[in-house]
C-alpha cells in the first residue's frame, strides 16, 4: 500500500487526495449503509467512468442507483455465502447456481443411473432443450473430457457417464406444447408421476417469479386477498337476503364495505333488517381489509414518487 489516508470518505476533499479521478473501480464497504450510498455519489460526480462496488443489501434502491449512476454493483457480504451454503446442505447434484437475465441457472453433475429415462434411449443431443444445456459429457469407460463442451453429440446416453449440464427452473409448459411421436413417452410419463408434490413444486416455482421482487409479491397477495373478499362478501349478502337484494346490490354492498363505509351501512342504532352476528363480524373484517388494502396503495405510491423525485434530483446535479 503506498497511501493511507485517514477521514471521512464522503468529504470531496478526502476523496480528491485519494485521487479518485484516475481510479478504474473504487471499494466502498463500511459497516453503514448510508455512509456507502454517499460516498458512491460523491465518487460519480468526480469520476463518471470508475466501477462503483458497494457494500449494501438495499435491493430496490441498489437497483434505482445502478439504473442512475451506472457501472454500479453492490453486494452484502454476509449474504453472497448463502447460495452455497444452501446447496452443500441439500447435497444434491448441484454444483453452483448463479442469475441470468433474471433468471436463476445451476450447473448439475450427474451421473447417469439405468434407472433413468434417458439411459440407453436418448443421444446427447437430444438431452439439449430450452431448459437444458449438456457442458461435458464422460463415457463410464472414458477418461475425464481434457476441455470444455468435449463431446460426441451422437453418442447414446449409458449408465454409468457422467453428464455435466445447466439448467433452468423454467415451468415445462413450452417443452410439453411441442408434443412429437419422439417426446410423447416423456410427456406421458410426466403425466403418469404428476403427484401432489410435484404440483406443489410447481406452485413454489411460480411463487419464486413472483416473489423476486418484494413489490410485486406484496400487490399479488393483496390483490387475491381483496379479490377473494369481494366474491365471498357478494355472495352471502345475496345468499342471506335473496329477497332484499339482487346480485348488483350484493356487489355494491360489498365494496361500500372494503372502501371504508361501515357506518354508512350499519351507522344506524337500530337496523332496518336483521343481520346474523357472524355476518356482521364478516362486514368489519372487510372494512379492516379495505383500509388496509388503501393504507397499502398509498405507500407504494408514495415509494414511487419518491424514487422519481430521487431520479429528478440526480439528473439535476
Known amino acids: 500500500?503506498?497511501?493511507?489516508?485517514?477521514?471521512?470518505?464522503?468529504?470531496?476533499?478526502?476523496?480528491?487526495?485519494?485521487?479518485?479521478?484516475?481510479?478504474?473501480?473504487v471499494l466502498i464497504v463500511t459497516s453503514k449503509e448510508r455512509v456507502n450510498i454517499e460516498t458512491a455519489l460523491e465518487v460519480r460526480e468526480l469520476n463518471?467512468?470508475?466501477?462503483?462496488?458497494?457494500?449494501?443489501?438495499?435491493?430496490?434502491?441498489n437497483q434505482l442507483l445502478a439504473e442512475q449512476l451506472g457501472n454500479y454493483v453492490a453486494f452484502e457480504p454476509t449474504?453472497?455465502?448463502?447460495?452455497?451454503?444452501?446447496?452443500?446442505?441439500?447435497?444434491?447434484?448441484?454444483?453452483?447456481?448463479?442469475?441470468?437475465?433474471?433468471?436463476?441457472?445451476?450447473?448439475?453433475?450427474?451421473?447417469?443411473?439405468?434407472?433413468?429415462?434417458?439411459?440407453?434411449?436418448?443421444?446427447?443431443?437430444?438431452?439439449?432443450?430450452?431448459?437444458?444445456?449438456?457442458?461435458?459429457?464422460?463415457?463410464?469407460?472414458?477418461?475425464?473430457?481434457?476441455?470444455?463442451?468435449?463431446?460426441?453429440?451422437?453418442?447414446?446416453?449409458?449408465?454409468?457417464?457422467?453428464?455435466?449440464?445447466?439448467?433452468?427452473?423454467?415451468?415445462q409448459s413450452q417443452e410439453w406444447a411441442k408434443v412429437t411421436p419422439q417426446n410423447y413417452s416423456s410427456l406421458l410419463a410426466g403425466f403418469k408421476s404428476l403427484n401432489w408434490r410435484n404440483l406443489e413444486q410447481k406452485l413454489a416455482k411460480a411463487w419464486e417469479a413472483i416473489a423476486q421482487e418484494q413489490t410485486r409479491r406484496v400487490t399479488t397477495?393483496?390483490?387475491?386477498?381483496?379479490l377473494a373478499l369481494l366474491m365471498s362478501g357478494t355472495i352471502l349478502f345475496k345468499l342471506n337476503y335473496p329477497e332484499r337484494t339482487n346480485l348488483q346490490d350484493a356487489l355494491n354492498l360489498t365494496i361500500v364495505l372494503l372502501m371504508g363505509g361501515f357506518d354508512n351501512v350499519f351507522g344506524q342504532l337500530v337496523m332496518p333488517f336483521p343481520i346474523p352476528c357472524w355476518l356482521y363480524l364478516f362486514s368489519i373484517i372487510l372494512t379492516a381489509a379495505g383500509t388496509i388494502f388503501v393504507g397499502f396503495f398509498y405507500a407504494l405510491l408514495t415509494e414511487k414518487?419518491?424514487?422519481a423525485r430521487f431520479e429528478l434530483n440526480f439528473i439535476s446535479i
Not at 48 to 61: G, M
Not at 98 to 125: I, P
Not at 221 to 226: C, G
Open 79 to 171: 449474504q453472497m455465502p448463502a447460495g452455497a451454503l444452501a446447496l452443500a446442505a441439500l447435497a444434491t447434484e448441484a454444483l453452483s447456481s448463479f442469475k441470468l437475465d433474471g433468471k436463476w441457472l445451476r450447473v448439475v453433475l450427474h451421473q447417469v443411473q439405468a434407472s433413468d429415462r434417458w439411459c440407453n434411449v436418448r443421444l446427447l443431443h437430444e438431452l439439449n432443450t430450452h431448459r437444458r444445456l449438456i457442458l461435458c459429457h464422460t463415457a463410464n469407460s472414458a477418461r475425464p473430457a481434457q476441455s470444455f463442451h468435449e463431446w460426441e453429440p451422437d453418442v447414446r446416453v449409458q449408465a454409468g457417464d457422467t453428464l455435466v449440464y445447466i439448467e433452468t427452473n423454467e415451468s
Open 1 to 25: 500500500m503506498d497511501d493511507l489516508i485517514i477521514g471521512d470518505c464522503r468529504l470531496p476533499s478526502v476523496l480528491e487526495q485519494a485521487q479518485i479521478g484516475q481510479c478504474r473501480a
Open 48 to 61: 463518471r467512468q470508475t466501477r462503483l462496488v458497494v457494500r449494501s443489501a438495499q435491493k430496490n434502491l
Open 305 to 307: 414518487v419518491l424514487a
Open 221 to 226: 397477495i393483496s390483490s387475491i386477498v381483496l
